[in-house]
């Protein structure tokens, strides 16, 4: 208990504080780049254009079964090889866009292919054009069914932006690791101060997802 | 009819994505080897008008986060500065420094790709390493010993030098010479950081941790049942590191540094952050004149 | 000797009450038919008597066993009760054998070729021995129902529970079943409790009717007598309008 | 290709514990993510609770967290090596996932076949084990399927405990080659031979399995 409130003192609180609010910005950044770039990516595999459409989802696929340890590392510590110079805070926000895209355009792809074929047949019977039946019909509904799995999926950001303290991003996981290297003695408290933390945070946007599920149902 | 404009688009879009992959890698290629070409950090330096030194956050008197400011406080900080500082007399400029949290494994990677200008991170010069950066002369006295249990019995290194004993190192350092060396037939095992090593330790996954001294001294201030055996193991100080190359930032670095070992500067650095060390000679470490 | 006892039972979803002070006594070798419009609480009491539903309140005796004693081991009971359901519910992954032969090596350990005899005999008395060895999807509504009342009977049960077994039917698969409900009430000394809304069926095979509304009994009377002239007035309406159809 | 020559024994031991710990975490959060949807099904509002208790907790924290844990604070008192610290983390992260999958899986088999086997004298353990399961991994086998490329994509946390994995020989090859374009590379094309395999076999069930809906 001892510890807790030496490990814990209002100026490692305020440190970690802010490692946390980093962590968010990340997810949040993540989740909206992701978003789109995703959208696109499952859109061209969902309209099943010949050959453009298998090239990008095999693309897309091996991006999808890296590890996103590798991708972060890659980006921080390879790009600039050849030129791609990025803060610490913006290399973790590409790479995460970059693989979060690749995990999203397949629930935006399965969200598309859960509409219901009738949809289509209806609005172009009535002269609207792929585009327009995509844009007015076709996207509102299928995002709708996707918010639940969108939540799902910024609970893995907040959760893989820990993974970032690799290359010394100073969100809450980096931060807490800081904090114990002034003390052995620290380790379990702020191991479980971090885990307390990250799961209040998760915890709330699962609860978010279940309503927003059952509001949606 | 559609199906046709589709199939077209498809086809023209593919050629088109393969051409743009291709293109990029070739770029990337080359691009790569563009980059391995000489950068002057002096150069660089001159016209920011700020030195970026890369320096620790998890180690004890060299560069630990104070949590209060966020910023590293320590020996390799508080020399950065003063380097900086007396590095702008030397160019008739005022230089700035700031500082880059690194790790052990990503320390070179940065400084290759330019993130940073130097490292100030209890980095020991040795000749594999000298192939890939540039050293100043020695800034602090450091050399690898053995950090065990104090009833364990371990003397020095030899005591380990058999397949059924691991030693612990942390990623990127010296003390993977130091025990292929002197240990060969140790098993070793690399971690992440000191935080980890002394874990490990601790767990027992280990019999000893091998590293700098200076580090070794810093574990024990917090771990009573634990000293540091085995004196120094070859003479392996720590130097400043710059990128590969770069005579001209080497140069105004080591005047900077005999400056600062000259007019008192270096001495009161030492005692600053290792005068309260219990077992440190304090005067060992500080330059007479 | 009664085979099933209500004493006072009640039960409740939540706020609904579902059961409202039910008593009731069957007694070994017969078979009571009971009927009532949906949502009367048939299936409720009836799924209650092999503990798929629990009650609350009062007293539930089956073969001997209190059913609302914690202390109870509902698998012990069930051993001996069968029940057969509207949607069949066979195992969709084991074969028409399997289903039948599962229960009885896994609880009585049944030697396996006597088992494989017993199933056999079984399926050739439902009609259905050239399907031994189909899955239960490519079977009819009827076949698979029939193989879900040899699945019970291979248990040797005291007791078999009916509940609904030909609504979820069509038509013409009606009758097969029906036919092999009738033998089994007619050649063996079981007890039989069904839920039906077959009134030839009760007409002719059950000792008793019992009609339910509202999750209470309202009537319980000889089957003669029921057909006749039930004392009840909703049991009297509810016969018409089934009469009418 | 002068690198992977040059550090060809790092890679291929890399690829091994990578496999080594997939394996052994496969097979552990497999069974303890079955007895963990069971547990979330009880009717016994302590067993749910822990069950469900249990699964949030794994689904809403780092793996990372649980992995420094297991390395920093439980091998103080059990001893284990980062290997096994990783890999004990990983089976529980992976078993909240699972679980969630089977506990799917059984919800969408018809209650009906439970009904039956009890009605028909099994016990509801045998129920579960012989009809109810059985079906339930049918129908779980997309997700699971997807639970598993994670789990060997999540495997790289390892390297952050000297796992001796994948991820940890590549950063050790990036950091003394210097080439970390190149190491990176290598270490991802190596993760690609487990998970692009397990990727396409799992569209390939997946689309079979609909096709028989």
Redesign the interface.
């Known amino acids: 208990m001892n510890d807790f409130l030496n490990a814990l003192t209002p100026d490692n609180l305020g440190y970690l504080m802010q490692g946390l609010w980093i962590t968010v910005a990340v997810s949040v950044l993540s989740i909206v780049v992701s978003f789109i770039l995703g959208s696109v990516i499952g859109i061209v595999m969902f309209e099943k254009i010949p050959y453009f459409s298998s090239l990008v989802g095999t693309l897309n696929n091996i991006v999808r079964n890296l590890p996103l340890l590798l991708i972060i590392f890659f980006t921080y510590f390879a790009l600039p090889q050849i030129g791609i110079r990025l803060p610490v805070f913006w290399s973790t926000v590409v790479a995460m866009s970059f693989f979060e895209a690749a995990m999203l355009s397949e629930i935006i792809r399965g969200g598309l292919d859960s509409i219901d074929k009738g949809q289509f047949e209806g609005a172009r019977s009535t002269g609207m054009s792929n585009r327009q039946t995509m844009m007015y019909i076709i996207l509102p509904q299928a995002y709708k069914k996707m918010i639940p799995p969108l939540i799902s999926q910024l609970i893995s950001l907040v959760k893989d932006t820990s993974l970032a303290s690799g290359i010394v991003l100073a969100d809450l996981t980096f931060r807490g690791q800081v904090v114990y290297a002034q003390n052995s003695h620290y380790i379990v408290p702020i191991l479980v101060f971090m885990t307390f933390c990250y799961f209040i945070a998760n915890y709330l946007l699962s609860l978010l997802a279940k309503r927003l599920d059952r509001r949606l149902a | 009819m559609e199906k046709n404009k589709?199939?077209l688009?498809?086809?023209t879009?593919?050629i088109l994505?393969?051409l743009i992959l291709i293109v990029a890698g070739f770029?990337?290629a080359n691009?790569?080897h563009?980059?391995r070409m000489h950068q002057d950090t002096l150069a660089r330096v001159e016209k920011t008008k700020t030195i970026n030194w890369g320096v620790k956050?998890?180690?004890?008197l060299f560069g630990?986060?104070?949590?209060?400011t966020?910023q590293s406080e320590g020996f390799d900080v508080d020399l950065a500065k003063a380097l900086t500082k007396q590095i702008g007399k030397q160019l008739n400029m005022k230089l700035t420094a700031t500082f880059?949290?690194?790790?052990a494994?990503?320390k070179?990677?940065l400084l290759?790709?330019?993130?940073i200008d130097g490292v100030a991170a209890v980095m020991t010069i040795t000749k594999e390493r000298a192939k890939?950066v540039d050293f100043t002369d020695p800034y602090f006295p450091a050399g690898n010993s053995l950090l065990v249990k104090k009833d364990s019995g371990i003397q020095s290194i030899k005591d380990l030098n058999d397949p059924s004993k691991t030693i612990l190192i942390a990623?990127?350092t010296t003390a993977a010479d130091t025990v292929k060396k002197e240990a060969p037939k140790a098993k070793v095992?690399?971690?992440?950081?000191?935080?980890?090593a002394?874990?490990?330790l601790?767990?027992?996954?280990g019999q000893a941790i091998v590293t700098d001294n200076a580090i070794l001294y810093g574990l024990v201030t917090?771990?009573p049942d634990y000293h540091v055996v085995g004196g120094i193991m070859g003479y392996a100080p720590y130097g400043i590191a710059f990128d590969h190359n770069q005579p001209g930032m080497v140069k105004e670095s080591n005047e900077a540094l005999a400056a600062l070992k000259k007019n008192g500067t270096y001495n009161a650095l030492i005692r600053k952050w290792f005068g309260q060390v219990q077992g440190l000679d304090v005067s060992q470490l500080e330059v007479t004149q | 000797m009664s085979m099933i006892e209500f004493k006072d039972v009640e039960k409740y979803y939540g706020d609904f009450h579902a059961l409202k002070d039910i008593n009731l006594k069957i007694d070994a070798g017969e078979t009571v038919v009971l009927i009532g419009p949906s949502g009367s609480g048939k299936s409720t009491l009836i799924r209650t008597v092999n503990g798929l539903e629990e009650i609350q309140e009062g007293q539930l005796i089956v073969d001997g066993f209190d059913l609302h004693d914690p202390k109870t081991d509902m698998n012990k009971i069930r051993k001996n009760v069968g029940m057969v359901f509207q949607h069949f519910n066979l195992y969709n992954n084991k074969t028409v054998i399997e289903n039948i032969m599962l229960a009885p090596r896994l609880v009585l350990k049944r030697d396996e070729a006597e088992n494989k005899r017993i199933a056999m005999e079984l399926l050739e008395r439902v009609g259905l021995a050239d399907k031994a060895n189909n899955m239960p999807s490519a079977l009819s509504g009827g076949q698979k129902q029939r193989v879900a009342i040899a699945r019970s009977l291979a248990m040797k049960p005291k007791c078999l529970l009916f509940d609904e077994p030909t609504s979820a039917l069509d038509p013409e698969m009606i009758g097969d079943v029906l036919k092999v409900m009738r033998e089994i009430a007619e050649d063996s000394d079981m007890t039989m409790l069904v839920v039906t809304h077959e009134m030839g069926f009760a007409k002719a095979v059950a000792d008793r009717v019992i009609f339910m509304a509202d999750g209470q009994i309202l009537e319980d009377s000889s089957t003669e007598q029921f057909f006749k002239d039930p004392s009840n007035e909703r049991a009297k309406k509810f016969l018409s309008q089934v009469a009418n159809h | 290709m002068t690198i992977f020559n040059h550090y060809s024994s790092l890679f291929y031991s890399g690829f091994g514990y990578t496999l080594l710990a997939s394996l052994i975490a496969l097979v552990a959060s497999l069974v303890l993510g079955t007895l963990f949807a069971l547990l979330q099904l009880s009717k016994k509002r302590l067993w749910s609770g822990l069950g469900n208790a249990y699964v949030q907790f794994f689904r809403n924290v780092p793996l990372l967290i649980i992995t420094l844990f297991f390395y920093l604070a439980v091998a103080k008192v059990i001893k284990m090596t980062g290997f096994v610290a990783g890999t004990v983390a990983l089976s529980l992260y992976t078993s909240a996932f699972i679980a969630e999958s089977v506990r799917a899986g059984i919800l969408s088999i018809d209650k009906g076949q439970m009904e039956g086997a009890l009605a028909n004298g099994l016990s509801y353990g045998q129920a579960m084990r012989v009809i109810v399961l059985p079906q339930a991994f049918k129908v779980a086998i997309p997700s699971l399927g997807n639970q598993f490329i994670n789990l060997v994509k999540n495997s790289s946390i390892l390297a952050f405990v000297g796992g001796l994995d994948l991820m940890y020989q590549g950063n050790l090859v990036a950091a003394s080659s210097f080439d970390t374009f190149t190491s990176y590379i290598i270490v991802g094309i190596f993760y690609l031979v487990l998970t692009l395999p397990l990727s396409y076999g799992m569209q390939y069930l997946e689309e079979r399995l609909q096709g028989n809906r």
């Open positions: 589709k199939r688009f498809g086809i879009a593919s994505l393969v770029w990337a691009r790569a563009e980059n956050t998890d180690t004890k630990l986060v104070n949590t209060k966020g880059t949290p690194v790790n494994s990503s070179v990677q290759k790709n330019t993130n890939i990623l990127g095992l690399a971690l992440q950081d000191y935080a980890s002394m874990q490990a601790k767990a027992g996954q917090e771990n």
